[in-house]
């Protein structure tokens, strides 16, 4: 994003990845009510975790994501490895990132804006993480 800020939060585990989306979506709101910062509707959602080469490699093949999220997603530009859902690279020997990146402009929004942001993320979150389940 050439003209923007991003809202970052640290590492959660599973358990707390809704928690965590709902805090993100919290300080945007925030930021959109105090600041007159637009959200673009585009975020990144990284996950890892320990694994072999081959085991990610098998694992991220059996990653359903409904074609809506295909659709959604932003192609980077990266010299790390790419794959259908983003593009990943070793941390070190046992550890592999996953990092992928959606615009929900286009998604359908029912009710209210960021209660469906939230959805569509907390499912992309919890879809992509399953590699390390």
Not at 73 to 91: D, K, L, S
Request: glycine share 4%; aromatic share 12%; hydrophobic share 40%.
């Amino acid at each position: 994003m050439d003209n923007g800020i991003w809202v970052i939060s640290f590492p959660v585990p599973i358990s707390q990845v809704s928690i965590q989306i709902n805090n993100i979506l919290q300080v945007v709101k925030i930021l959109e009510a105090n600041a007159g910062i637009v959200p673009t509707g585009i975020f990144d959602v990284s996950v890892s975790g320990r694994s072999t080469p081959m085991d990610f490699s098998v694992r991220l093949h059996n990653v359903i994501l409904p074609q809506k999220y295909k659709a959604m997603r932003v192609v980077m530009q990266t010299n790390y490895a790419n794959c259908e859902y983003g593009y990943y690279y070793y941390i070190n020997d046992q550890y592999i990132i996953l990092r992928s990146r959606y615009d929900l402009r286009n998604a359908e929004m029912v009710g209210d804006v960021y209660e469906t942001m939230r959805d569509h993320m907390d499912t992309l979150s919890l879809k992509l993480s399953a590699i390390y389940r």
